[in-house]
Nanobody
Framework: QVQLVESGGGLVQAGGSLRLSCLASGSIFTINAMGWYRQAPGKQRESVAT?????????ADSVKGRFAISRDNAKNKATVYLQMNSLKPEDTAVYYC??????????????WGQGTQVTVSS
């Protein structure tokens, strides 16, 4: 089992920045890909960014050049970050982190965090 706890959400003006963090605990040795998703009101959840165990990164077209995903693997814990710059009102959503135990998955979805709200005002 893996437990995920996100932090770093909040209210920011358009053009501003936020950094989300997601701390994984438990059976972290099983974690391969880590990623961030978001869900805006009335919309489906979408993948925002993914990072593999080898450090390869993938981004949704809507955030390329503005968001950066990174990870820190340390003894007994693993953390994934999402640096969000040049935020737009359309980035407003609940952001979720997720991880996968499959070595080949690029859509991490085995374990999920509780979500953190990001609100961008115009």
């Amino acid at each position: 089992q893996v437990q995920l706890v996100e932090s770093g959400g909040g209210l920011v003006q358009a053009g501003g920045s936020l950094r989300l963090s997601c701390l994984a605990s438990g059976s972290i040795f099983t974690i391969n890909a880590m990623g961030w998703y978001r869900q805006a009101p009335g919309k489906q959840r979408e993948s925002v960014a993914t990072i593999t165990s080898g450090g390869l990164t993938y981004y949704a077209d809507s955030v390329k050049g503005r968001f950066a995903i990174s990870r820190d693997n340390a003894k007994n814990k693993a953390t994934v970050y999402l640096q969000m710059n040049s935020l737009k009102p359309e980035d407003t959503a609940v952001y979720y982190c997720a991880v996968d135990t499959s070595a080949s998955s690029l859509t991490p979805d085995d374990y999920w965090g509780q979500g953190t709200q990001v609100t961008v005002s115009s």
